[in-house]
């Protein structure tokens, strides 16, 4: 079992940085895939940034470039990294993990096994 709490959303001005953190706690966490999503009112669940647990990393085309996820196994946490800002960045984000055997990234929140509470992002204009 995994538990997973994310922290360090906040409101931000286009163009401004935020990093956002997400603690977990259970086995085997370095073993896991840790990936970021994020979800808007009325818009489905979006894959934002991966990280398997042997250091490759994936991120959606509407972050490339901007934002970057590093994880900490010594610390059990994983970071999103948000830089240049957009208002359409704004939604909750979710950190989740994914219990796998292979070294590869999915965006399918399907595949994923468990899921933090979220934290809020506004980006005013």
């Known amino acids: 079992q995994v538990q997973l709490v994310e922290s360090g959303g906040g409101l931000v001005q286009a163009g401004g940085s935020l990093r956002l953190s997400c603690a977990a706690s259970?086995?085997?966490?370095?073993?896991?895939?840790m990936g970021w999503f994020r979800q808007a009112p009325g818009k489905e669940r979006e894959f934002v940034a991966g990280?398997?647990?042997?250091?490759?990393?994936y991120y959606g085309d509407s972050v490339k470039g901007r934002f970057s996820i590093a994880r900490d196994n010594a610390k059990n946490t994983v970071y999103l990294q948000m830089n240049s800002l957009k208002p359409e960045d704004t939604a909750a984000y979710y950190c989740?993990?994914?219990?796998?055997?292979?070294?590869?990234?999915?965006?399918?929140?399907?595949?994923?096994?468990?899921w933090g509470q979220g934290t809020q992002v506004t980006v005013s204009s």
């Open positions: 990280r398997s647990w042997s250091g490759n990393t």
């Open positions: 989740a993990a994914e219990r796998t055997s292979v070294a590869i990234v999915t965006t399918n929140p399907h595949d994923y096994d468990y």
């Open positions: 259970g086995r085997t966490f370095s073993s896991y895939a």
